[in-house]
């Protein structure tokens, strides 16, 4: 079952991170197939990608540290949050990214989220987001 034109669910993806997706009375039935979708982008984007859970929904690492993680408890839409670990680090304040996707709401100066409405607009930037992934992990 291909769930993105960039990759399925496969060996990295958690069968506890689809469970708490399953499971989650935050999430309603219209977003699953959006998430599920998003899994498998951010997934397919680099080879590198590993999931877990953490805050009781899908996390995924790159060199073993947390990076892109859901939000189920978004209020609208469907909300990844995008850090760079579980702590803040030191040089946040130096910490400079180039969003050119335009994907990105700014939290601090090294947390952003990204927002998607639907499964419609998640297929409309696709792939800008996958290109983000890619470059977020990857600094």
Same mark, same amino acid.
């Given at each position: 079952?291909?769930?993105?034109?960039?990759?399925?669910?496969?060996?990295?993806?958690?069968?506890?991170?689809?469970?708490?997706?399953?499971?989650?009375?935050? *999430?309603?039935?219209?977003?699953?197939?959006?998430?599920?979708?998003?899994?498998?982008? *951010?997934?397919?984007?680099?080879?590198?990608?590993?999931?877990?859970?953490?805050?009781?929904?899908?996390?995924?690492?790159?060199?073993?540290?947390?990076?892109?993680?859901?939000?189920?408890?978004?209020?609208?839409?469907?909300?990844?949050?995008?850090?760079?670990?579980?702590?803040?680090?030191?040089?946040?304040?130096?910490?400079?990214?180039?969003?050119?996707?335009?994907?990105?709401?700014?939290?601090?100066?090294?947390?952003?989220?990204?927002?998607?409405?639907?499964?419609?607009?998640?297929?409309?930037?696709?792939?800008?987001?996958?290109?983000?992934?890619?470059?977020?992990?990857?600094?």
């Amino acid at each position: 079952m291909r769930l993105s034109a960039y990759g399925r669910t496969g060996r990295r993806a958690s069968r506890s991170a689809g469970r708490a997706i399953q499971t989650s009375s935050h *999430v309603p039935p219209s977003q699953k197939e959006t998430i599920e979708y998003l899994r498998a982008a *951010v997934l397919g984007s680099d080879p590198g990608i590993t999931e877990n859970v953490k805050w009781k929904a899908p996390s995924f690492l790159r060199g073993g540290e947390d990076r892109v993680t859901f939000q189920l408890r978004a209020k609208k839409g469907v909300q990844l949050i995008f850090h760079r670990g579980a702590k803040v680090k030191d040089d946040r304040a130096d910490f400079r990214f180039s969003d050119e996707s335009g994907l990105l709401g700014w939290i601090s100066s090294d947390r952003a989220t990204v927002i998607f409405q639907d499964l419609d607009d998640v297929k409309a930037n696709e792939e800008a987001f996958v290109t983000l992934v890619r470059s977020w992990v990857n600094t």
